[in-house]
Protein backbone atom coordinates (compact mmCIF):
# COMPACT_ATOMS: atom_id res chain seq x y z
CA UNK A 1 0.00 0.00 0.00
CA UNK A 2 1.54 3.84 -0.98
CA UNK A 3 2.15 5.59 1.59
CA UNK A 4 5.06 8.13 3.16
CA UNK A 5 4.78 6.94 6.85
CA UNK A 6 8.12 5.98 8.03
CA UNK A 7 7.77 2.72 7.99
CA UNK A 8 7.09 3.06 4.20
CA UNK A 9 10.66 5.09 3.62
CA UNK A 10 12.30 2.21 6.00
CA UNK A 11 14.97 0.85 4.07
CA UNK A 12 13.01 -3.05 2.68
CA UNK A 13 15.89 -4.67 3.60
CA UNK A 14 15.84 -3.81 7.53
CA UNK A 15 12.14 -4.75 7.25
CA UNK A 16 12.38 -7.90 5.51
CA UNK A 17 14.91 -9.15 8.16
CA UNK A 18 13.66 -7.28 11.48
CA UNK A 19 9.64 -7.76 11.30
CA UNK A 20 10.23 -11.80 10.97
CA UNK A 21 12.82 -11.80 13.71
CA UNK A 22 9.98 -10.39 15.73
CA UNK A 23 7.67 -12.81 14.64
CA UNK A 24 10.24 -15.63 16.04
CA UNK A 25 10.41 -13.83 19.23
CA UNK A 26 7.11 -13.95 19.79
CA UNK A 27 6.61 -17.59 19.12
CA UNK A 28 9.73 -18.68 21.29
CA UNK A 29 9.06 -16.72 23.99
CA UNK A 30 6.55 -16.93 27.04
CA UNK A 31 3.97 -14.07 28.31
CA UNK A 32 6.75 -11.59 29.34
CA UNK A 33 7.96 -11.41 25.94
CA UNK A 34 4.87 -10.99 24.52
CA UNK A 35 3.73 -8.21 26.84
CA UNK A 36 6.65 -6.52 25.49
CA UNK A 37 6.00 -6.82 22.25
CA UNK A 38 2.22 -5.45 22.40
CA UNK A 39 3.66 -2.32 22.91
CA UNK A 40 6.42 -2.42 20.31
CA UNK A 41 3.97 -4.11 17.34
CA UNK A 42 1.60 -1.15 18.38
CA UNK A 43 3.78 1.61 18.25
CA UNK A 44 4.98 0.31 14.61
CA UNK A 45 1.20 0.29 13.80
CA UNK A 46 0.81 3.92 14.45
CA UNK A 47 4.17 4.68 12.82
CA UNK A 48 2.80 3.00 9.34
CA UNK A 49 -0.18 5.16 9.51
CA UNK A 50 -2.62 2.98 7.95
CA UNK A 51 -6.48 2.66 8.58
CA UNK A 52 -7.30 0.62 11.82
CA UNK A 53 -10.34 -0.80 9.88
CA UNK A 54 -7.28 -2.44 7.65
CA UNK A 55 -6.14 -3.99 10.62
CA UNK A 56 -9.61 -4.80 11.53
CA UNK A 57 -10.26 -6.78 8.76
CA UNK A 58 -7.45 -8.72 8.56
CA UNK A 59 -7.98 -9.86 11.95
CA UNK A 60 -11.38 -10.74 11.44
CA UNK A 61 -10.69 -12.86 8.50
CA UNK A 62 -8.46 -15.33 11.18
CA UNK A 63 -11.46 -15.27 13.73
CA UNK A 64 -11.87 -19.27 13.24
CA UNK A 65 -8.63 -19.79 13.79
CA UNK A 66 -8.43 -18.44 16.72
CA UNK A 67 -11.48 -19.78 18.08
CA UNK A 68 -10.20 -23.36 16.80
CA UNK A 69 -7.17 -22.88 18.52
CA UNK A 70 -8.66 -21.25 21.59
CA UNK A 71 -11.41 -24.13 22.14
CA UNK A 72 -8.62 -27.06 20.84
CA UNK A 73 -6.64 -26.79 23.91
CA UNK A 74 -9.33 -25.72 25.60
CA UNK A 75 -11.13 -28.97 25.89
CA UNK A 76 -8.43 -31.10 25.29
CA UNK A 77 -5.19 -30.20 26.84
CA UNK A 78 -4.22 -32.05 30.50
CA UNK A 79 -4.04 -30.20 33.66
CA UNK A 80 -6.79 -28.19 35.96
CA UNK A 81 -10.05 -28.17 35.13
CA UNK A 82 -11.81 -25.32 34.78
CA UNK A 83 -15.06 -24.47 36.99
CA UNK A 84 -14.80 -27.89 38.35
CA UNK A 85 -16.38 -29.90 34.72
CA UNK A 86 -13.52 -32.39 33.79
CA UNK A 87 -13.11 -31.87 30.23
CA UNK A 88 -12.36 -27.64 30.42
CA UNK A 89 -8.77 -27.35 31.19
CA UNK A 90 -7.77 -23.88 32.70
CA UNK A 91 -4.21 -24.84 32.00
CA UNK A 92 -5.58 -25.35 28.32
CA UNK A 93 -7.61 -21.89 28.50
CA UNK A 94 -4.16 -20.29 29.10
CA UNK A 95 -2.18 -21.88 26.96
CA UNK A 96 -4.45 -21.45 24.23
CA UNK A 97 -4.52 -17.45 25.18
CA UNK A 98 -1.03 -17.52 24.97
CA UNK A 99 -1.16 -18.58 21.48
CA UNK A 100 -3.44 -16.99 19.89
CA UNK A 101 -1.61 -13.97 21.35
CA UNK A 102 1.15 -15.29 19.26
CA UNK A 103 -0.53 -15.76 16.22
CA UNK A 104 -2.35 -12.22 16.82
CA UNK A 105 1.12 -10.35 16.74
CA UNK A 106 2.44 -12.76 13.65
CA UNK A 107 -0.48 -11.47 11.47
CA UNK A 108 -0.09 -7.51 12.65
CA UNK A 109 3.76 -7.98 11.90
CA UNK A 110 3.20 -9.94 8.70
CA UNK A 111 0.64 -7.07 7.60
CA UNK A 112 3.02 -4.40 8.56
CA UNK A 113 5.61 -6.15 5.98
CA UNK A 114 3.18 -6.64 3.36
CA UNK A 115 1.07 -3.26 3.83
CA UNK A 116 4.29 -1.16 4.04
CA UNK A 117 6.97 -2.48 1.24
CA UNK A 118 5.66 -2.95 -2.44
CA UNK A 119 6.28 -6.30 -4.23
CA UNK A 120 8.79 -4.66 -6.28
CA UNK A 121 10.95 -3.40 -2.84
CA UNK A 122 10.56 -7.08 -1.28
CA UNK A 123 11.91 -8.93 -4.26
CA UNK A 124 14.78 -6.53 -4.30
CA UNK A 125 15.64 -6.64 -1.08
CA UNK A 126 15.53 -10.28 -1.12
CA UNK A 127 18.12 -10.56 -4.09
CA UNK A 128 20.43 -8.38 -2.21
CA UNK A 129 20.16 -11.06 0.83
CA UNK A 130 20.62 -13.96 -1.05
CA UNK A 131 23.15 -12.57 -3.57
CA UNK A 132 25.73 -14.53 -1.18
CA UNK A 133 24.21 -18.09 -3.03
CA UNK A 134 25.53 -17.11 -6.41
CA UNK A 135 28.70 -17.69 -5.57
CA UNK A 136 27.51 -21.50 -5.63
CA UNK A 137 26.34 -21.27 -8.41
CA UNK A 138 22.72 -20.56 -7.52
CA UNK A 139 20.61 -18.48 -10.52
CA UNK A 140 19.43 -16.31 -7.40
CA UNK A 141 18.30 -13.45 -9.75
CA UNK A 142 16.04 -15.43 -12.02
CA UNK A 143 14.46 -16.90 -8.79
CA UNK A 144 14.12 -13.01 -7.32
CA UNK A 145 12.62 -12.12 -10.50
CA UNK A 146 9.98 -15.09 -10.83
CA UNK A 147 8.65 -14.35 -7.51
CA UNK A 148 8.28 -10.60 -8.44
CA UNK A 149 6.32 -11.80 -11.46
CA UNK A 150 4.35 -14.30 -8.95
CA UNK A 151 3.63 -11.57 -6.69
CA UNK A 152 2.67 -9.02 -9.58
CA UNK A 153 0.29 -11.63 -11.27
CA UNK A 154 -1.98 -11.78 -7.48
CA UNK A 155 -3.75 -8.06 -8.03
CA UNK A 156 -4.00 -8.94 -11.37
CA UNK A 157 -5.85 -11.70 -10.83
CA UNK A 158 -7.88 -9.98 -8.06
CA UNK A 159 -8.96 -7.31 -11.23
CA UNK A 160 -9.63 -9.47 -14.44
CA UNK A 161 -11.83 -11.26 -11.80
CA UNK A 162 -13.48 -8.35 -10.63
CA UNK A 163 -14.13 -7.32 -14.13
CA UNK A 164 -15.01 -10.43 -15.38
CA UNK A 165 -17.87 -10.59 -12.60
CA UNK A 166 -19.18 -7.42 -13.55
CA UNK A 167 -19.41 -8.03 -17.09
CA UNK A 168 -21.81 -11.42 -16.50
CA UNK A 169 -23.98 -9.88 -14.17
CA UNK A 170 -24.13 -7.23 -16.76
CA UNK A 171 -24.96 -9.82 -19.19
CA UNK A 172 -27.54 -11.54 -17.43
CA UNK A 173 -25.07 -14.61 -17.03
CA UNK A 174 -26.03 -16.14 -13.40
CA UNK A 175 -26.41 -14.59 -10.23
CA UNK A 176 -24.29 -14.63 -7.71
CA UNK A 177 -25.89 -13.95 -4.64
CA UNK A 178 -29.47 -16.47 -4.93
CA UNK A 179 -28.28 -19.37 -2.88
CA UNK A 180 -25.73 -21.99 -2.95
CA UNK A 181 -26.07 -23.51 -6.36
CA UNK A 182 -26.72 -20.16 -8.09
CA UNK A 183 -23.69 -18.73 -6.45
CA UNK A 184 -21.85 -22.24 -7.51
CA UNK A 185 -22.45 -22.16 -11.40
CA UNK A 186 -22.08 -18.21 -11.60
CA UNK A 187 -18.05 -18.95 -10.62
CA UNK A 188 -17.94 -22.40 -12.31
CA UNK A 189 -18.65 -20.58 -15.75
CA UNK A 190 -16.16 -17.57 -14.91
CA UNK A 191 -13.47 -20.21 -14.80
CA UNK A 192 -12.90 -20.97 -18.21
CA UNK A 193 -13.07 -17.06 -19.25
CA UNK A 194 -10.82 -16.08 -16.65
CA UNK A 195 -7.99 -18.67 -17.13
CA UNK A 196 -7.88 -17.64 -20.99
CA UNK A 197 -7.72 -13.85 -19.66
CA UNK A 198 -4.59 -15.10 -17.48
CA UNK A 199 -3.35 -16.48 -20.28
CA UNK A 200 -3.07 -13.58 -22.46
CA UNK A 201 -2.00 -11.23 -19.71
CA UNK A 202 1.11 -14.08 -19.50
CA UNK A 203 1.67 -13.89 -22.85
CA UNK A 204 1.57 -10.16 -23.42
CA UNK A 205 4.47 -10.23 -20.24
CA UNK A 206 6.41 -12.96 -22.11
CA UNK A 207 6.46 -10.63 -25.59
CA UNK A 208 7.95 -8.13 -23.08
CA UNK A 209 10.55 -9.98 -21.67
CA UNK A 210 12.08 -10.73 -24.79
CA UNK A 211 11.46 -7.14 -26.10
CA UNK A 212 13.51 -6.50 -23.16
CA UNK A 213 10.83 -4.11 -21.39
CA UNK A 214 10.35 -4.44 -17.52
CA UNK A 215 8.63 -6.96 -16.36
CA UNK A 216 6.26 -5.16 -13.78
CA UNK A 217 5.82 -1.18 -13.62
CA UNK A 218 8.28 0.66 -12.09
CA UNK A 219 10.91 -2.05 -12.00
CA UNK A 220 13.54 0.12 -13.98
CA UNK A 221 13.62 1.86 -10.21
CA UNK A 222 14.96 -1.06 -8.76
CA UNK A 223 17.99 -3.04 -10.26
CA UNK A 224 18.10 -6.91 -8.84
CA UNK A 225 21.42 -7.34 -7.22
CA UNK A 226 22.95 -3.96 -7.25
CA UNK A 227 23.42 -2.67 -3.62
CA UNK A 228 22.67 0.63 -2.28
CA UNK A 229 24.09 2.06 0.62
CA UNK A 230 22.02 2.31 3.53
CA UNK A 231 20.79 5.77 4.68
CA UNK A 232 21.82 7.59 8.09
CA UNK A 233 18.19 6.94 9.59
CA UNK A 234 18.21 3.37 8.30
CA UNK A 235 21.80 2.58 10.81
CA UNK A 236 20.49 4.14 13.16
CA UNK A 237 17.38 2.05 13.22
CA UNK A 238 19.62 -1.07 12.40
CA UNK A 239 21.85 0.07 15.77
CA UNK A 240 18.88 0.35 17.70
CA UNK A 241 16.76 -2.86 16.85
CA UNK A 242 19.50 -5.19 16.82
CA UNK A 243 20.28 -3.95 20.60
CA UNK A 244 17.07 -3.99 21.42
CA UNK A 245 16.64 -7.75 19.82
CA UNK A 246 19.12 -9.31 21.47
CA UNK A 247 18.10 -7.54 24.94
CA UNK A 248 14.31 -9.63 24.17
CA UNK A 249 16.11 -12.39 23.04
CA UNK A 250 18.42 -12.08 26.74
CA UNK A 251 15.78 -10.61 29.23
CA UNK A 252 13.18 -13.24 28.21
Sequence with gaps: MAGNSPLHRLDPRLKLVGLPLLVIAAFSGGP?????????????????????RLWWRGIRVMRTLFLFTLALHLFFSPGRTLLG????SLDGLLLGLLVCSRLLLAILLSSLLTLTTSPLELTWA????????????????????????ILHF?????????????RRRG???GQEGKGLIEGARFLAGMVSPLVLRLVERADDLAHAAVRGEPLVPEQGLFEFGVHRPLKG?????LFCGTLGVA?????T
Design 126 to 149: LSLLLAPLKRLGLAVQEWTQLLLV
Design 32 to 52: QRLLLLAPLVLTLMLLSRIEW
Design 171 to 173: EGS
Design 154 to 166: IPVLREEAMALAV
Design 247 to 251: LLFLV
Design 85 to 88: VAWL
Design 233 to 237: GDILI
